[in-house]
């Protein structure tokens, strides 16, 4: 299975939004609202950042949002920071044989 | 509070079988919640999910690594393992292990991650 589709960089200035798109197929992110998101510093082990599309765990600041629209899932960074500059992954369940998928992954660059 | 340990960078000739063991501590293994996976990142690279497996033994793989991998649990130590046999320089990554969230499908928990490398 191929991976998710994602921009390779996104890059904006402090306080600014930035969107992240993460292209799949109808057989996982158009299938399932089962999206999920990770913000990866270098050298460190990813952490969730939304979870089924939409969810923000606790602690995740709501600078964070998750959306999907048919097999495209986006993330929304408001009020770019600093320390937002890092990898993102997406990753889509997929089903049964397949079971997941992550994204190429996006680095994020604060201007 | 949950904490996945991992062991420290692995050397491994190509040919040969990597073993990789996730300790977990702060919370039990023997859960219904929960499975508990593998994902690796080659250098410079993306995150690849490897497999995932629940306390009772059940396994799921990607299907292009299947023929090579096997997960396992041992809920009386509270760990999980994988085994990586046939390995090509491809397999030079960073391994994570990972809690899954089994309904919802999402990683919510990750080990700090073993370095391994394949070459002779």
């Known amino acids: 299975q191929s991976a998710l589709t994602q921009p390779a960089s996104v890059s904006g200035s402090p306080g600014q939004s930035i969107t992240i798109s993460c292209t799949g197929t109808?057989?996982?992110?158009?299938?399932?609202?089962?999206v999920s998101w990770y913000q990866q510093y270098p050298g460190k082990a990813p952490n969730l950042l939304i979870s089924?599309?939409?969810k923000r765990p606790s602690g995740v600041s709501d600078r964070f949002s998750g959306s999907k629209s048919g097999n495209t899932a986006s993330l929304t960074i408001s009020g770019l920071q600093a320390e937002d500059e890092a990898d993102y992954y997406c990753?889509?369940?997929?089903?049964?044989?397949?079971?997941?998928?992550f994204g190429t992954g996006t680095k994020v660059i604060v201007l | 509070q949950l904490q996945l340990q991992q062991s420290g960078p692995v050397l491994v000739k190509p040919s040969e079988t990597v073993s990789l063991t996730c300790t977990v501590s702060?919370?039990?293994?023997?859960?219904?919640?929960?499975?508990w996976g593998w994902i690796r990142q080659p250098p410079g690279k993306g995150l690849e999910w490897i497999a995932n497996?629940?306390?009772?033994?059940?396994?799921s793989y990607n299907p292009s690594l299947r023929s090579r991998v096997t997960i396992s649990v041992d809920t009386v130590n509270n760990q999980f393992s994988l085994k990586l046999n046939s390995v090509t320089a491809a397999d030079t990554a960073v391994y994570f292990c990972?809690?899954?969230?089994?309904?919802?499908?999402?990683?919510?928990?990750w080990g700090q991650g073993t370095q391994v490398t394949i070459s002779s």
């Open positions: 990972a809690r899954l969230k089994s309904r919802d499908h999402y990683f919510d928990s």
């Open positions: 702060g919370g039990p293994i023997f859960t219904y919640d929960y499975d």
């Open positions: 089924e599309v939409t």
């Open positions: 990753c889509s369940y997929a089903g049964g044989s397949i079971f997941y998928v």
């Open positions: 109808s057989s996982d992110v158009g299938n399932y609202n089962l």
């Open positions: 497996i629940y306390f009772n033994g059940r396994p």
